[in-house]
């Protein structure tokens, strides 16, 4: 029983675990893979630049460079993603940063093809319609697809590599006898790749006789009338080669598959020559349809000016058809026959037109300035995603952020060290202004400003800073009407018992009652107050 347990923790250790490095890893797919999508490209910018002649040859050949690079990198990212190694990076933000990073090249080059460099107002006032003009948009598209289709056709071929479960059947150490392996139905994936082979395909042939069509007459030509380039042609043939050889591929990994079902030891040779002896039959067949003559696509570019004839007059006829119904109805109506004197116009009075105010510059250009400031954070976010998944060390980067952020911290901390040295000051002027306030209050209460509820409040403030420094301050937290008895206490004298008495009363009623105060009252007040001052003077 122990001796099994081994066995089948032996099986399931992660580094026992078997993969088919030598179809992960082969770049022989991916070349091919990238090869046909150039052609894809090439004979897609050949068809656009028949249509729209402004299309220089420039920023045609700097397009086809971008699809081509773009579709390398979809195909090798992927082959690289299949690795056992790699599945921590198998995810939506890494391929996301790779697609930005491709149209972000897109741009710059599109820029310097073109040459139309907008100005720096127009970049910061117009950012929208400075970074998506039709030149990029035509771009963008193509090196998109380009890197959509590598990938996905690179992902087919990927997944018919012959499982983990599917090798240890046929390892010679007999650790698969009697296990099944759950099998991937690769005659369905090679069914995919097919389809997308022929999809590409047909828009290749129906480009090449898209460009015999003359814009404005349909008049048709033969391939060889229009004079398009040989490589176009070579374009097709490269394509198809490069297919088969791929589709070649397929039928091997489900040959392999079969194999290690049926637990046959796999041939070594036969693996390893068989690009080797498709490739030898592919290049004879390519040969002998290059010694073939070859004819031009007379019938289906008349096919493609048909359907594009037909689709033209289905749209006109309906135009027509609607434009009758609607002149039909018009003609029905009671007014439609005869036609209205129009009564005078009045005199319209002249209103002077103001002129309407522009938007002020600065908010102009903060719209933009915010808009690429974002843009250029998150594109730097998605480079640093990108290149350190790819084992690129940002060690400058970190020194750069390192310095700032010390940077920040030194500015900061002087920021706080001036703002305490600002309040402590105002501290200070503060303490100095309210001991002047007080004894001016205390010398001249009677020059008071504001409503009498205000000057009551004054009277009563006064006297308690009188009561301080005469040596009677209020405790912490004591009440006025708490206060006022302990004073009078301590002082022993009638008429400054009355003054404690009234003045806390009239604060207590202001301050808590709300009440109105007289101008009669307002001077008894002060007349107690001047009492109460002699009478703390004396004590």
Known sequence: MTANNNEINEVLQPDSIIYDQGWLASWLRPTLLALMVACLNLTLLVFLRRFIPELGAQFTLVVAILGIISAVVGSTTSTWLAQPGQRLRRSAAYR??????????????????????????????HPLSTLFDGLFLLAAAIVTISWVIAGEMSRDLLDMALQPDELLLVQPDGRGDGMRAVGVDRRVLM???????????????????????????FRLAGLAQLE?????????????????????????????????????????????????????????????????????TYWLSRIVAGVIGGIYMLFF???????????????????????????????????????????????????????????ALLLGYLAIVYFTDKGVRFGWLTLIWTMLRTRWQQWRATWRGWQQNRI???????????????????????????????????????????????????????????????????MEDAEATEAVDALTDAFVHVRYGHREVTDADLSRLDALWQRLRRALRST
């Open 96 to 125: 996301g940063a790779e697609i930005a990073l491709l149209l972000l090249v897109t741009r710059l080059a599109v820029w310097i093809t073109a040459g139309t460099w907008p100005t720096l107002r127009a970049f910061f006032t």
């Open 191 to 217: 069914n995919s790749f097919v389809v997308r082979w022929v999809v590409g395909g047909l828009l290749l042939i129906i480009f090449a006789a898209g460009a015999t069509v003359e814009v404005g007459n």
């Open 228 to 296: 398009i380039p040989g490589i176009v042609v070579l374009a097709i043939v490269v394509y198809f080669l490069a297919g088969l050889l791929l589709i070649s591929q397929a039928q091997l990994a489900i040959l392999r598959a079969r194999w290690a079902l049926e637990h046959a030891p796999t041939v070594d040779a036969v693996t390893r020559q068989w690009p080797l002896y498709v490739g030898t039959v592919l290049i004879l067949i390519g040969a002998l349809a290059a010694l073939m003559p070859l004819g031009g």
């Open 317 to 375: 006829t309906i135009f027509q058809i609607i434009a009758g119904l609607f002149i039909l109805l018009l003609s029905l109506l009671p007014f439609s026959g005869r036609e209205a004197t129009p009564p005078p116009e009045a005199a319209q009075p002249i209103i002077p037109q103001t002129a309407p105010t522009p938007p002020p510059e600065f908010l102009e250009w903060a719209g933009g300035a915010a808009f690429w400031i974002i843009a």
């Open 424 to 490: 402590r000051s105002r501290q200070d002027e503060g303490d100095a202004g309210s001991a002047a306030q007080q004894r001016a209050r205390r010398r001249w209460p009677w020059q008071r400003n504001g409503t009498p509820e205000a000057q009551v409040r004054a009277l009563y403030f006064a006297a308690l800073d009188a009561a301080q420094e005469a040596g009677h301050p209020r405790r912490q937290a004591e009440t006025p009407n708490r206060f006022a008895p302990r004073l009078a206490a301590d």
